[in-house]
């Protein structure tokens, strides 16, 4: 993937992409993408095997500001 001349936003649905593969590639029902509440984006909501899932899809082009696991949340 040649990331360098891609806009952002080609980017951002190019990780989409992949991320939208690997659940298909576990089994999983993509219920909703790209999914708008109030000002807010929810990238996937997933069904695997039963269980719902939300996805936040992040990626980036270098580690330049860190790697991406140490801008991770849980909040």
Same mark, same amino acid.
């Given at each position: %993937?040649?990331?360098?001349?891609?806009?952002? %936003?080609?980017?951002?649905r190019?990780a989409? @992409?992949?991320?939208?593969?690997?659940?298909?590639?576990?089994?999983a029902?993509?219920?909703? @993408?790209n999914?708008?509440v109030?000002?807010?984006?929810?990238?996937?909501?997933?069904?695997?095997? +039963?269980l719902?899932?939300?996805?936040?899809v992040k %990626?980036?082009?270098?580690? @330049?500001? +860190?790697r991406?696991?140490?801008?991770? @949340?849980?909040?």
């Open positions: %993937m040649n990331t360098k001349k891609m806009t952002t %936003m080609e980017f951002g190019q989409e @992409q992949i991320v939208c593969r690997y659940f298909e590639g576990l089994g029902v993509i219920l909703e @993408q999914l708008w109030k000002k807010y984006e929810i990238d996937f909501i997933v069904d695997l095997n +039963g719902l899932v939300v996805v936040e %990626m980036r082009r270098s580690n @330049q500001f +860190g991406l696991r140490e801008h991770l @949340q849980s909040d």
